[in-house]
Each structure stands twice: as C-alpha cells, then as structure tokens.
C-alpha cells in the first residue's frame, strides 16, 4: 500500500515577453510539487510531479500553510484507492479541501490543483501506464484516443510587433506541424485588429475555420457587440473570453447576435461556476467551446465532475478543449475524448508545452506512452522537478 513520505513545493518563474489584452507575462510564476512515495524502484522512490499551468501566480502560501500539511496529517489508510494500489487523488482531494467555505475560490482552487496533478502522475507511475491509459482503466473510459487535437496560441502583442512579424510567427506555427492557431484581440482597436486579423487569415488560404481570436475577457457589452459583427464574415474557428469570464449576461447577449461559435471558461475554477456558465451565459452546446483548465480548478478530480455535469445537460466532451498548453491535459483529453488541447509553442517555459520529442502533424499530438504524465521526457522540466527533492 503506497504511502506519501514527504511533499516538496516550490516556485518557478514561467516568464514570457508575451502580453495578451489584459495581462503581460513578464512577472508570472507557478508552483511545482514533487510527491513523494514509499515505493522504490530502481533504487529511488517513485515521485508524482505538479505544477500550476500559465494565468494564476503561485499558490505557495497556500500549499504550505494548508493544501499539504492537510495531506500529510491524514490517516495513510485514509487516502488509498480501493485496490490498494494508489493513493486515490478523490481521497486525498477530500482531504486538501477541508475547513474551505464554499464559494470565494481564489488562488486555493490552484494550490489543490497543482497536487491534485502530482498525485494522477503518482497513481500512474506506480501501475506503470500513461496517465491516458491509466484513466481509461481506472474510470473505465473506454479505449483512449490515440491523438489529440492541439491548436497553436499565440499572436500576442508585443511592443514593435507589426504584421509581417505576425505572420512570421504564424508560418512558423504552420512549420511546426498545426494547422489551427490563436491569436489576441482586443489590444488595439477594431479597426487594427481586423487588419491583424486579415493579416493572418493572408497566411492561412484565408481559411477562418483555423484561426481563432481570444480577447482575454477585456471587452464591455458594446465592444464585443461591435468586434461580433465585425469579426462574423470571417467564419472563425471561436472568438474567446469576449468579455469578463463572470460576466455571465454578457456573454448571453452576444451570442444572441453572433453566430459562430464562442469559447470561454479558464477562468472558472470550480463545477458550480461552470454550472452557471451552462445556466446563465447562453452557450450553445452545438458549437461553443468550453476551456475549464484541469489545473487551475481544484485538478482533475473537480474536472471530471464537471464532465458529469456536462454530459447531464446534453454537452458532448469533445466541446471541451482545456486552457493551459500542458502534458496533464493531453493525457485527460485523450482519455475522456475531449475536442483537444491548447499548445503555447516555445512558451511559459520550462513547464509548458508537451514531451521534447512529442510529434504534432495536421494539428494533432501524438499521445507518449511513458509511465505517468511523461515529465520525464521534457529536459529542463525534468531537472526543475528533480532539484525539489534530489
Ligand atoms: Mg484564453
């Protein structure tokens, strides 16, 4: 029966040049865990490993004061799954949130989420399976998908950037083997915007259907109107975060008026709040697209609750296509058929982005069978990883 021998925390800055609408990325850092198990193979303890994806700063306060000494006070019995082979990350996610009001989520939802993931790393390394396949049995899913849609994010605005560059970038994406990409809107002005925008689409045989534009929540009610309109004879892939992501009447006014699908939820950090954006918001389950982060919000065991909740109001998983651009996502979208992955190529680095030999052809990603989520294949992140309790 595994048992937990210590947890490690940290923080690492993921900085980026990059600014999108409402945030520059030069400051960000995340929080990385290593859970340490009792069960040694090869003469070292098998290790679940965490961090929180880009958006949300580190949650280190948190993790220390509440989030893991919780775990560690925990009866060991307590927190085993029913075969005795793991330790249950339902269980130990009863545990994690305990003496936590309802409500208010803040930056804890991300603490809970950066060990939540440390502890399906953990689960899988100790039955030696991927994490895709290690969901599919464990929650009897059925046989994973053998890829995953990935869509490349970027587009960002930076200070000199002009079009060309832009679409610089874009071909670059192109050669890296996507085929769908992402770009910010929202800020410039319209007019601007819709000249970046065509700027892209030059690069992509004009083809709508593989650009998507994210605003970041920055529009009022009367400038996603005024971009819906503007931006619907181009038949986009999506038009993400139009407005802010609690602005649940917002978002049901315009998709009242535009007709191509919208996209929004990575910030939505819990299943009630994701419950009331399939109230509230007017997302129409025959083309929205839902972005809910596994990381961000309390991990994957708040995440399948929200597919439960999904598939109660008629919503097909494959609407669902994470925010984060992580190998933790890759291997949830295989194993519950979800609609993809979000990819920042080159980006958030060293947690970001997927295996260092990960192959992405027609914008889909391969899945990497190594035991885990396969953090041992990413160098840099790996070594980050191992320092936390070498
Ligand atoms: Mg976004």
Known sequence: MPRITAIHEGTVAISSAMSNAFIDFSAMDCSIVAVVSDVVRDGEPVVGYGFNSNGRYSAGEILRRRVIPRLLAADPDDLVTADGAAVDPERAWEVMTRNEKPGGH?????????VDMALFDLAAKLAGLPLHRWLSQHYDLGAPDPDVFVYAAGGYYAPGKDLPQLQDEVREFLAQGYDVVKMKIGGADLATDIKRVEAVLDVL???GSR?????????DLTTALAYGEALEPYRLRWFEEPGDPLDFALHATLAEHYSGALATGENLFSHTDARNLLRYAGMRPDRDILQFDPVLGYGLVEYLRIQDLLRQRGWSAR???????HQFASHIAAALHLGGNESYPGEFQPTGGFADDAVIAHSRLTLSESPGIGFEDKAALYRVFRALHA
Do not use: K, Y
Request: glycine share 22%; aromatic share 4%; hydrophobic share 35%.
């Open 106 to 114: 803040g930056e804890r939802s991300v603490a809970v989420g950066v």
């Open 211 to 219: 650009l998507a534009v994210d605003a970041n929540g920055r529009f």
């Open 319 to 325: 609407r669902c296509i994470p925010h984060g651009g």
């Open 205 to 207: 045989d004009g083809d």
